[in-house]
């Protein structure tokens, strides 16, 4: 039976974004996943699967998890819009960004960015750009160095 996409392998594209978003939050806080286990008195592995999205989040765990955090319930469907159509397909192309961005490292490169000037982050975009690897090297595994 579909849930609203063509495409039912996997799970659904809001349990992975609902999931994405309690990783950056919880990440933002500097709260383990064990510590908000316990404060929901769930395990950390339940944590951690609820992040990917692989097991989806009742409401009223949805409402613990945003005690929890300190943050509304409406946090974890912000970029959501109501009425667009939610498919799997893009999704999967954005989640290794989203995966990122909502990672201690992601979180992290964000936050000391945004500290920066408009100008200075600007150049350092280019940079990152001009070393962006072409699609030759790809799948490089990284032996040679820069440095």
Do not use: C, W
């Not at 409402?63 to 974890?76: D, G, K, R």
């Amino acid at each position: 039976m579909s849930r609203g996409s063509a495409k039912t392998d996997g799970p659904h594209p809001v349990d992975i974004h609902v999931g994405q978003r309690v990783r950056m939050r919880r990440n933002q806080i500097g709260m383990s996943q064990t510590t908000l286990g316990e404060d929901l008195g769930i395990t950390f592995q339940q944590v951690q699967k609820y992040e990917r999205g692989s097991n989806r989040i009742s409401t009223s765990k949805l409402y613990e998890i945003a005690n929890a955090l300190s943050v509304p319930i409406t946090y974890f469907f912000e970029d959501l819009t109501p009425g667009d159509k939610v498919e799997r397909e893009p999704v999967a192309a954005l989640e290794r960004h989203k995966e990122y961005l909502s990672s201690k490292e992601g979180y992290k490169l964000i936050d000391t960015m945004s500290k920066l000037p408009r100008s200075l982050r600007l150049k350092i975009l280019s940079l990152l750009v001009v070393l962006q690897p072409g699609e030759d090297e790809a799948d490089d595994d990284g032996s040679d160095s820069l440095l």
